[in-house]
């Protein structure tokens, strides 16, 4: 006669599956995708290589015309907000959407992550590389001469929070509405048209009548934002307002379109 599960002596093994906690699975997901992401060799020039390249470059010449005070103090913290955009924007894209391409957002959307846990966990690995990225580029910005308001510390992060849920959005926008080649290319380049002429790195009052325009898109919200924070010590509400408004329109968008396969 077989012995029942409950029978059996203590030590022998009694198959019991069950769910890890929905916080343990999503810090599972979003460690799995961080790591993936620092060793993907697309994802880490994007994160830090270029930017640390313009950084050295922007800091030791003299073009292009950043406007008044220390070099440096103005291109930091535009390479910072740069960073963020990389990351949260073009990195989500590009992985989201060759995740969707192969399956893996259907079949872990099946699992009890669910989408919620994929999107949390996604967001969380997002968070994890920026604060990598903070870390080695600030040291090098530091390295250069950079000395950061520190007053603006805590209006920096409330920037690079509003700029990372808004980016994320429209990177998850383009992830799940255009085929997987069409993403590669689309992302790279808006990552290159919002860096010329984004207002992310060059100040939008360095930018003539097209500063009016790079100041309503995300970049140069993002890069007002953050230099206002580092150099100023000042929260920049009117920048904060348009990556807020960037970041629930992209979200609404994303709810209604996003297709997961």
Known sequence: MTPQIADLPPGRFRPDPQAAPAARRVLAQARFDATVMLRNGE?????LVLPAMLLTALALTHVPDLGPGRRIDVVAPGVLALAVMSTSFTGQAIG???DRRY???RLLGTTPLGRGGLIAGRVGAVLAV???????????????GWRPDLAGLAPALVAVLVGTAAFVSLGLLLAGTLRAEAVLAAANLAWVLLLAGGGVVVPTTR??????????????ALGDAVRAALQHGSLAVG???VLAGWGVAASLATARWFRWD
């Open 96 to 98: 989201t959407g060759f």
């Open 43 to 47: 994802q880490l020039l994007l994160a």
């Open 207 to 220: 930018m003539g009548g097209f500063g009016a325009v790079a100041r309503v898109l995300p970049s140069g």
């Open 103 to 105: 399956g893996v957002l």
């Open 239 to 241: 920048p904060l307002a």
């Open 130 to 144: 920026e604060v990598v990225q903070v870390v080695v580029l600030g040291a090098l910005a530091l390295g250069l």
